[in-house]
């Protein structure tokens, strides 16, 4: 990022290669659960500065299998996705974690919110 040189601040208008919607859907995806993630530590661990230990191993994790998804841009919400690739038990804990972070997400990021749940009625596309 290119800096100011009078005030050594990064300069507010950075010129950025425009990125196809899809792969912006995909960031979203990407900030809207992370965003659920710290909701989640915040309130039932009490890490207002952080992430504890176990939720930042969930989100590595959720990174980790983001990263490696078969449908990349075209990725369903994963309630909506046809494929589990989630460890069982990794995957009962992200889904604890929305069930807390979900009724929150209105009010502390609306337009992530919203935005997913958008995201969330879209009709999956599968290939076959």
Sequence with gaps: MASDPITNYPSPVTRHPPASPASRRFDRERRTVEA??????????????????DCAALWDYVQRRLERCPFQENKPTCANCPIHCYQPALREQIQTVMR????????????????????AARKVKRET
Excluded: E, F, Q, S
Excluded at 36 to 53: Q, T
Excluded at 103 to 119: C, F
């Design 100 to 119: 807390y972070a979900g009724p929150r997400m209105l009010w502390r990021h609306p337009i992530l919110a919203v935005r997913h749940m958008r995201d």
């Design 36 to 53: 659920m993630i710290r909701l989640y530590c915040k309130g039932r661990h009490g890490n207002a500065a952080g992430l504890c230990a």
